[in-house]
């Protein structure tokens, strides 16, 4: 998958991405949020949410991202893709910045939390070196079946 620039010479990324469902419409999701404690606004992003169509489908909205990477962990792909420690390994992605709760609780269950994925904190670096705390999606027990 390929990242576009936001802007020539701009160091973000922008992903532009309502959430639909299987039959094509509009999904309304309930008010209450998974976790009524969100403490981040940032997401780290590897597989199918680098996809700027896949974006505009979801949250309906350009959200700016940056490059960057996940020491120790690497990619894999079943079905759908999943990240796993791995010393040595690096996943290349993105930060997704700017996200709102609503924008986690559509991503969550575009995730389907919590039967494929977790969503948990990790820390990433970001391509100017420093350290990011994000959330990342893990996957359940089916990636290391």
Known sequence: MELTHASAGSNLWQFEAPFVDETGGIE???EETMNSEIDGVTLFVYGTLI?????IRLLGRPVDATPARLPGYTRGQKRYF???RQTGATVEGAILEGLQPRDLEILDRYENVPQLY?????EVVAADGRAVGCWVYLPTGWASE
């Open 51 to 55: 996809d700027a169509a896949e974006r």
């Open 118 to 122: 977790t969503r948990e904190r990790i």
């Open 28 to 30: 309304h999701l309930k």
């Open 82 to 84: 999943f990240i796993a």
